[in-house]
């Protein structure tokens, strides 16, 4: 039997994430087998993980329709009573974040005259990515969002990356490019006058020397 209840962690919830990608759904025995895993999901057991998967699963299914209906009571946001509670649930934003750069890297590495469609990111993501299938709900949920933020362009069912999110990120890597190269000059001057430090120690020190003979 597993331990009392409590509320997962996220590192949890992240182990029991990583558990699946590498063993698969269903396979909580050899989750909890795993060192890599047990060491964080102790006080877990087959049930519990089962139950936590489900709710992910439902999480990331039903993401994309958490948006509430607005009525005419100054904006105030109504959720149906019929929501299922595992829609309060949210998933690491790792996660999140992991799934936003496949998609994105996916319409970059296109080859095709035109954006890639939503199956071939699918696609891409299933066999370029190593992403299981039943993570498909979670990137078109994704999918959805960039284009909500801008950041992906939908034209007649082919998806590009947009204009003003390839500037910002070339100037994002501009910048990080210089940081970097001001910190190996600086590492450079620093190893630079520490030699010219050493240098000067030990002409002091043969002189001290050659004083004392």
Request: a negative charge; one cysteine or more; aromatic letters at 6%.
């Amino acid at each position: 039997m597993g331990a009392p209840k409590h509320k997962w962690t996220p590192e949890e919830e992240e182990a029991l994430m990583a558990g699946v990608l590498e063993h698969g759904i269903g396979k909580w025995r050899s989750i909890l087998a795993n060192p890599e895993y047990s060491s964080v999901l102790h006080s877990r057991s087959n049930v519990d993980l089962k139950d936590k998967w489900r709710n992910i699963s439902v999480a990331a299914t039903c993401g994309s329709r958490k948006k509430a209906k607005q009525g005419d009571d100054g904006g105030q946001q109504i959720i149906p009573a019929s929501a299922p509670l595992a829609l309060s649930y949210e998933p690491p934003q790792d996660l999140f974040t992991s799934v936003d750069n496949m998609i994105l890297e996916a319409i970059t590495n296109f080859t095709g005259p035109l954006g890639p469609d939503r199956n071939s990111i699918l696609l891409y993501a299933e066999v370029k990515a190593n992403m299981p299938m039943y993570m498909e709900p979670l990137v078109t949920s994704r999918l959805e969002h960039l284009i909500n933020i801008e950041t992906v362009v939908k034209i007649e069912h082919r998806y590009s990356v947009s204009q003003g999110y390839a500037a910002a990120k070339a100037i994002a890597e501009a910048e990080l490019a210089l940081a970097e190269a001001e910190v190996a000059a600086r590492e450079a001057d620093n190893a630079e006058a520490k030699a010219e430090a050493a240098r000067i120690f030990a002409k002091v020190a043969m002189k001290a020397l050659k004083a004392t003979r």
